[in-house]
């Protein structure tokens, strides 16, 4: 079992920055893709950065240039930089990652509220 806890969420003016972090405790040995995804009121949650044990990132369209996504493996820890934040990126904020062993198997953790005041 892997588990994930994040921190860094809270209010911040458009334009600003806020800095994410979530650390994966458990049996993290066979885990490669992390990276964050979030929930807007009324929509779906969609994927915002991932980025595998070697460091090969992707990001959603409306977060390129703003976001960067970072892992330290050595701590087992990924964290997502959001700049040039905008009203629409409020969102509850989840940490994924997934297992390479077959089946691949998908944490999450709790979630943390980023609030983007216009």
């Known amino acids: 079992q892997v588990q994930l806890v994040e921190s860094g969420g809270g209010l911040v003016q458009a334009g600003g920055s806020l800095r994410l972090s979530c650390a994966a405790s458990g049996t993290t040995w066979y885990i490669n893709l992390m990276g964050w995804y979030r929930r807007a009121p009324g929509k779906q949650r969609e994927l915002v950065a991932t980025?595998?044990?070697?460091?090969?990132?992707n990001y959603a369209d409306s977060v390129k240039g703003r976001f960067t996504v970072s892992r330290d493996n050595a701590k087992n820890t990924v964290y997502l930089e959001m700049n040039s934040v905008k009203p629409e990126d409020t969102a509850v904020y989840y940490c994924?990652?997934?297992?390479?062993?077959?089946?691949?198997?998908?944490?999450w953790g709790q979630g943390t509220q980023v609030t983007v005041s216009s």
């Open positions: 994924h990652a997934q297992s390479v062993t077959m089946p691949r198997t998908d944490y």
């Open positions: 980025i595998t044990g070697g460091g090969s990132t």
